[in-house]
């Protein structure tokens, strides 16, 4: 089976560092994804680390361990825009096929 | 285009009604996507398509069916619901569904079972 776990809410100030963490248990695992979902929105992709390491995309960062089964989503000069629930995912196969499955999500909140 | 659409945007039916959701993408995707989500909750695989064939179903009941007409479309087709059932339904497609990263979701259809 697959768990991914990462805490339920953060609180951050406009400007300030973030960073989400997400550890994973899976039968199989290719990736780890994040995903941003604003209220009442659809999910949109933001990062995918394959390997180990971090990758850069503007203010926000993604690592990953592999070793360590644990990511985490750095997200720097936080705006108020940014408050949102942010959820990691992991690419596991199923029958030759693989399956997108989501973390508990993270809710942020950016205050002024 | 980036873009996939789902229709309706909300719906409301009986638990005896029979209604479908509606998700369409142009991007030549060929994996699509169901999942559910309930409020504060995250989205919960129900099905997928790869190749407009079905390749994934998640122990779903059997009052939501499937259905890829072709390789743009894919429909929920749902019979006797149960209020528990009310959730946001998002559709979702990426390139093949066999490896690639990135899946595109469309903006849900809220769904009301009364």
């Known amino acids: 089976g697959q768990s991914l776990e990462q805490p339920s809410e953060v609180t951050a100030v406009e400007g300030a560092i973030v960073q989400i963490n997400c550890t994973y248990q899976t039968s199989g695992f290719y990736g780890l994804s994040w995903y941003q979902q604003h209220d009442g929105g659809a999910p949109t992709f933001l990062s995918y680390n394959a390997l180990d390491g971090l990758e850069e995309t503007g203010r926000f960062s993604s690592f990953l361990s592999r070793s360590d089964s644990y990511g985490y989503l750095l997200l720097q000069e936080l705006q108020m825009k940014d408050s949102a629930s942010y959820f990691c995912?992991?690419?596991?196969?199923?029958?030759?096929?693989?399956?997108?499955?989501f973390g508990a999500g993270t809710r942020l909140a950016v205050h002024p | 285009d980036t873009e996939v659409t789902q229709t309706p945007k909300h719906l409301v039916m009986g638990m005896t009604n029979k209604k479908s959701l509606k998700c369409e993408q142009h991007?030549?995707?060929?994996?699509m996507y169901w999942y559910k989500q309930k409020a504060k909750k995250p989205p919960e695989l129900m099905f997928v398509?790869?190749?407009?064939?079905?390749?994934i179903n998640e122990s779903v009941p059997s009052r939501f069916s499937p259905e890829c007409p072709n390789s743009s479309l894919l429909n929920l087709h749902l019979h006797a619901l149960q209020p528990e059932d009310s959730a946001l339904y998002l559709c979702?497609?990426?390139?093949?569904?066999?490896?690639?990263?990135?899946?595109?979701f469309g903006q849900g259809t809220r769904l009301t079972v009364v």
């Open positions: 398509y790869s190749y407009e064939k079905l390749s």
């Open positions: 995912a992991v690419r596991s196969p199923s029958g030759g096929y693989n399956k997108l499955i």
């Open positions: 979702a497609s990426s390139r093949s569904g066999t490896g690639e990263t990135e899946a595109f």
């Open positions: 991007m030549g995707h060929r994996a």
